[in-house]
């Protein structure tokens, strides 16, 4: 080797001072020999200043891009070097440590024309690339912990939010209250302002709305009574489609399609909303309401996740209300069930408490011949009378317990309701003496009835005309065909003991939902209904002008159409 | 006024065999018995013929027992009152204090001749 001139010592002196990489190569025939490597060379690559000189620069260079690095040494050759690497900026490729690893490093290469030899020296800085990869991967790993950190909150934000929910929804069983607590969880929660809107009995109906600011709240509070609830409005289209629907920006236009007039347009204007969520209450297939989410003064912006919350909250407040309501329908159920067994039990006992008392009067009196032949007579019959009403009445209870358990299956036959309108009236005959029947009818009209029950449901009616009735007077039972296929059967009376208002009132209550019975209308009458409620048809009473009362059934004939249509 | 000198006795009860029973059992014991189907009935009998007991019943079409109860008393009725009751306890509670005494259906002949020898007056 070359004694080192006093330039290139001078030259290592000033590079070994330095931070950053350099090392000189000489081009040769076969390679490029490593003439100068500094400190900072030792340190990045491993390889001592010893190790390095003299071996080619292939030394650092990793197996991969050797080829590449020979190709570009002929290159060079050919045209000289000069200018073609230092209009290259610096390349960024990997370096080869002594201890076999990769070092990412950038390169810069420059010739450097040494006296007499042009081109022949070669020198490369090198910068070591993995602080800035390190930085890099901080920085990655910070933002990924950061989105971490945020979608973790977000998600516990949200589990919290469910699990209040769950509390608010499981803490009563009333369901006003219910969505009242959640309305004002979702706000501030979820929401600015949050709105729930429920379908009962086929009306929508506001049950709950809220936002945290009493002031606003009371003043919208005075629109939405100007306004409430139109299921026709783009708002709650979602109580039809049952889908949820998501308004990530609230424009102009959705307010105008949903203002009922120019100053309701102001109000919602006035609202500053800026995003919404509309989101149907859906339990067991059934629509049973919707929440309404909005944003206003929180300019917060919904978008999918939000969605998927909001129906989360949804499907539990909806399960909450269907439970609700499943609760209150069996709580009606057992009052009813009571009501139906005091009922029987005060219709069991009269019959029982005449029996019983004329059975010890004929004990005690009957054969010490105390009573004379007439009043033994009369008590004979009453025995009978009051067994047989008190069979009957036996046989309505099952019937009546049987259609609230199950379907009682109708015995239908051919008959002839005209006949049977005559039947009722004479069997009713046997029964009073005070009451004075008559029949109208006009023609026969065939059906297809249970005649055992039907005989008894129309018996009921009159019995129970004359038990409104008790001092006597006129009853009337007549028929007539209202359609081709239905008739209507009305039993009249001109009652004035028991007010017809009154009566109507009775009935009213006896024919509740839920099938309560009207204790005061007896289990004849409510047996009545139900038999009438079997065949299709219906029942209602009409109050008749100048006093009394008119129970009026109609009934469908029943049968194929073909059959009840031909008067056979 | 009985001719044995028993007391007149008012059953008020809508059911025709109940009224009948009383009616037999306690002529039978020598008592007058007028009867009425239901509560406007029994007040016009009241006003019409004085009465030394009666035994009303609590469910009736028209004026109820209970109804019937108020009337008695605005009217300055003295006459005592057994309830003839098919009713739960619930409804009787009400009723029970503005009554001498409580006759449950089915109630017998004895426990009937008993109450009415101790109340009648």
């Known amino acids: 080797m070359d004694e080192p001139s006093q330039l290139e010592r001078l030259l290592a002196r000033v590079l070994g001072a330095l931070r950053e990489v350099v090392v000189v190569g000489r081009l040769e025939t076969g390679g490029c020999r490593i003439v100068l490597w500094n400190e900072a060379a030792e340190r990045l690559l491993g390889y001592s200043a010893d190790e390095a000189l003299g071996r080619d620069v292939e030394l650092i260079i990793p197996t991969a891009l050797r080829e590449g690095y020979r190709q570009g040494l002929d290159r060079l050759r050919r045209t000289g070097g000069g200018k073609v690497l230092e ?120 049950v709950a709305i809220y936002h945290q600011d009493a002031e606003k709240l009371a003043r919208i509070r005075q629109v939405r009574d100007r306004y409430p ?27 105008q399609a949903e203002a009922r007039s120019p100053e309701h347009l102001e109000e919602l204007r006035s609202m500053g909303l800026v995003s919404g969520m509309v989101v149907p209450l859906v339990a067991r297939g059934r629509i049973l309401g919707a929440i309404t989410l909005l944003t206003s003064e929180s300019g917060r912006r919904y978008d999918e996740a939000d969605l998927a919350l909001a129906q989360e909250l949804a499907g539990r407040a909806a399960l909450a209300v269907d439970n609700a309501r499943l609760y209150r329908e069996a709580r009606e159920a057992i009052r009813a069930r009571d009501a139906f067994l005091s009922a029987a039990a005060h219709d069991l006992k009269t019959p029982i408490t005449s029996l019983r008392g004329f059975a010890e009067l004929l004990l005690r009196h009957g054969t010490a011949e105390e009573l004379d032949s007439g009043s033994l007579r009369r008590a004979l019959q009453v025995v009978d009378q009051q067994s047989d009403k008190l069979a009957r009445l036996v046989s309505e209870l099952l019937d009546i317990s049987r259609l609230q358990t199950g379907p009682l299956a109708l015995r239908r036959e051919w008959t002839d309701l005209a006949r049977l309108v005559g039947e009722v009236a004479d069997t009713a005959r046997s029964r009073s003496d005070r009451h004075e029947l008559s029949v109208r009818v006009t023609e026969p009209v065939r059906a297809w009835v249970d005649r055992v029950r039907l005989e008894r449901a129309l018996l009921g009616l009159v019995e129970s005309a004359m038990k409104h009735n008790p001092e006597g007077g006129a009853i009337e039972i007549g028929l007539e065909r209202q359609a081709p296929d239905e008739v209507r059967i009305w039993v009249l009376d001109y009652g004035q003991t028991v007010s017809p208002e009154r009566r109507e009132a009775i009935f009213r209550e006896a024919s509740q939902p839920g099938d309560r019975l009207g204790t005061a209308m007896g289990l004849s009458a409510e047996a009545s ?39 056979r | 006024m009985s001719v044995s000198g028993k007391g007149v006795i008012l059953v008020v009860d809508d059911e025709p065999a109940i009224r009948e029973f009383v009616a037999l059992a306690l002529q039978a014991e020598g008592y007058t018995v007028h009867q009425a189907a239901e509560g406007g009935e029994a007040l016009e009998t009241l006003a019409r013929v004085p009465v030394g007991l009666i035994l009303l019943d609590l469910r009736m079409p028209g004026m109820s027992g209970g109804e019937f109860l108020d009337a008695h008393r605005e009217r300055g009725g003295t006459a005592p009152v057994v309830l003839l009751a098919a009713v739960g306890q619930e409804e009787l509670d009400q009723l029970e204090p503005l009554a001498a005494e409580v006759l449950r259906k089915p109630f017998g002949l004895a426990e009937l001749l008993s109450v009415v020898e101790r109340r009648a007056t």
Not at chain 1, 238 to 252: F, K, N, S, W, Y
């Open chain 1, 87 to 206: 209009s290259r900026g610096p390349l960024e490729l990997p370096a080869l440590h002594q201890e076999g690893h990769e070092v990412p490093v950038s390169l810069t290469l420059s010739v450097l024309e040494g006296p007499g030899e042009p081109g022949q020296l070669i020198m490369g800085v090198i910068r070591d690339l993995r602080p800035r990869e390190l930085a890099e991967r901080r920085r990655l790993e910070l933002e990924t912990a950061d989105a971490r950190r945020q979608a973790s909150e977000a998600a516990n934000r949200r589990l919290r939010l469910l699990v209040a929910a769950g509390a608010a929804l499981s803490a009563s069983l009333d369901y006003q209250s219910t969505l009242e607590s959640l309305a004002r969880l979702a706000a501030p929660e979820l929401a600015d302002w949050c709105l729930i809107d429920m379908v009962e009995e086929g009306q929508v109906r506001r």
């Open chain 1, 229 to 255: 609830p139109d299921p026709n409005r783009p708002r709650l289209q979602v109580l039809q489609t049952g889908q949820a629907v998501l308004h990530p920006e609230i424009r102009d236009e959705l307010l």
């Open chain 1, 529 to 567: 209904r139900r038999i009438v409620l079997l065949h299709g048809g219906e029942m209602e009473l009409e109050v008749v002008q100048g006093g009394g009362v008119r129970m009026v059934v109609r009934l469908p004939l029943g049968g194929e159409p073909a059959e009840a249509g031909d008067g």
